[in-house]
C-alpha cells in the first residue's frame, strides 16, 4: 500500500500501476532476469499470481485486504484457494 500512498509525501507515491511495475518488470530487469520473468510472454515463465479483488479499482484503505487465490511459478501452481483449489487439484 505505501509504493501508492506514501504517508506525509503523496508527491512521492508511485500510481498503483507504477508499483506493480516496479515489483515485476523492474524487479526481473535488477536481477538481470528480464529474458525470462518479469512480463507475461510467450517462451517466459509463468509466474503469476490472481487476485482476490481489482488493485487497480479498490479504495486504498482496501488494498490490504487483498489476497492471492492463485499463484502460478515456473508454469505450476504453488497455491491455489477457494474455486481454484477446487478445480486444480490442489487443498491449500
Do not use: C, W
Request: glycine fraction near 8%; charged fraction near 20%.
Amino acid at each position: 500500500m505505501y509504493a501508492s500512498a506514501y504517508p506525509g509525501k503523496p508527491k512521492e507515491s508511485l500510481t498503483r500501476e507504477e508499483a506493480v511495475i516496479a515489483f515485476t518488470r523492474t524487479a526481473a530487469y535488477a536481477e538481470f532476469a528480464e529474458g525470462s520473468k518479469g512480463t507475461l510472454e510467450s517462451g517466459k515463465l509463468a509466474d503469476l499470481a490472481v487476485l482476490s479483488q481489482n488493485i487497480f479499482r479498490v479504495p486504498l484503505e482496501d488494498l490490504p485486504k487483498t489476497e492471492s487465490i492463485l499463484t502460478i511459478v515456473g508454469g505450476q501452481i504453488a497455491y491455489a484457494s477457494g474455486f481454484f483449489a477446487k478445480y486444480s487439484g490442489t487443498s491449500h
